[in-house]
């Protein structure tokens, strides 16, 4: 059974950080681009940033210098570092996991609320 289990979401201020992580069972998680999305209120689920198997990176215009995603294929975790952030970050944050466009899973979810 797959299973990706997010952790980290929460209230922070803006200009804050806060680390998001993403714990992957039941895949041979080092062969999978993982990746994680956001959704905000009545907005279309959007990618934020993702990191290959050889740990190619790619990133949203709008995190680019302030986020950063990372990989520990020891762990199977995926983890994303998020700087200075916005009240237009708040979002629920998801993970995914990803095997040649064929497998995909899909994590429950980690609200992000930036707010003072």
């Known amino acids: 059974q797959v299973q990706l289990v997010e952790s980290g979401g929460g209230l922070v201020q803006p200009g804050g950080s806060l680390r998001l992580s993403c714990a992957a069972s039941g895949i041979t998680f080092r062969r999978y681009d993982m990746r994680w999305y956001r959704q905000a209120p009545g907005k279309e689920r959007e990618l934020v940033a993702g990191i290959s198997p050889g740990g190619i990176l790619n990133y949203a215009d709008s995190v680019q210098g302030r986020f950063t995603i990372s990989r520990d294929n020891s762990k199977s975790t995926v983890s994303l570092q998020m700087n200075s952030l916005k009240p237009e970050d708040a979002a629920v944050y998801y993970c995914?996991?990803?095997?040649?466009?064929?497998?995909?899973?899909w994590g429950q979810g980690t609200q992000v609320t930036v707010s003072s």
């Open positions: 995914n996991a990803r095997l040649a466009e064929v497998l995909n899973y």
